[in-house]
């Protein structure tokens, strides 16, 4: 099974651009969730959490998550695995925000998301 990477991390793209496929996005984390859910709607399987590691969804503005390449059947447990990531970065969001980080917390920010994608990819033998 092919891999595809969807972010909003210009680390990830930059690291990953010529070995995987990725999808950039130049949007907010809770944006990312929704693109991954309408892929996985459409047959896509999700190959990594949506809130992976342990940054709450609204204290970074990064995710990139793995899903397959190819579509195929509808698989449930993507489909409530993605729903019920969504509902949760959503009751984050609507408690708090995500802050106005400065440049060095971004980049800390998009150090952290490409690390767990990293370690997303070498346990799946990439």
Same mark, same amino acid.
């Given at each position: 099974m092919r891999n595809m990477i969807i972010t909003n991390n210009p680390l990830v793209e930059t690291k990953?651009? *010529?070995?995987? #496929?990725?999808?950039?996005? %130049? @949007? #907010?984390y809770i944006d990312i969730l929704v693109k991954v859910r309408d892929l996985v709607h459409v047959g896509h399987k999700l190959l990594s959490h949506p809130l992976s590691g342990s940054v709450?969804?609204?204290? @970074?503005?990064?995710?990139? =998550?793995l899903i397959s390449e190819e579509k195929g059947k509808m698989d449930m447990k993507s489909i409530m695995v993605i729903e019920d990531s969504l509902n949760t970065a959503k009751k984050f969001l609507k408690d708090k925000e995500t802050p106005k980080w400065d440049d060095k917390i971004l %980049? *800390?920010?998009?150090? =952290? *998301?490409?690390?767990? =994608?990293?370690? @997303?990819?070498e346990n799946i033998n990439f």
């Open positions: 990953f651009k *010529d070995t995987v #496929k990725v999808k950039f996005f %130049d @949007t #907010k709450k969804p609204n204290e @970074t503005p990064y995710k990139s =998550i %980049d *800390d920010f998009q150090v =952290i *998301d490409l690390s767990l =994608i990293e370690n @997303t990819l």
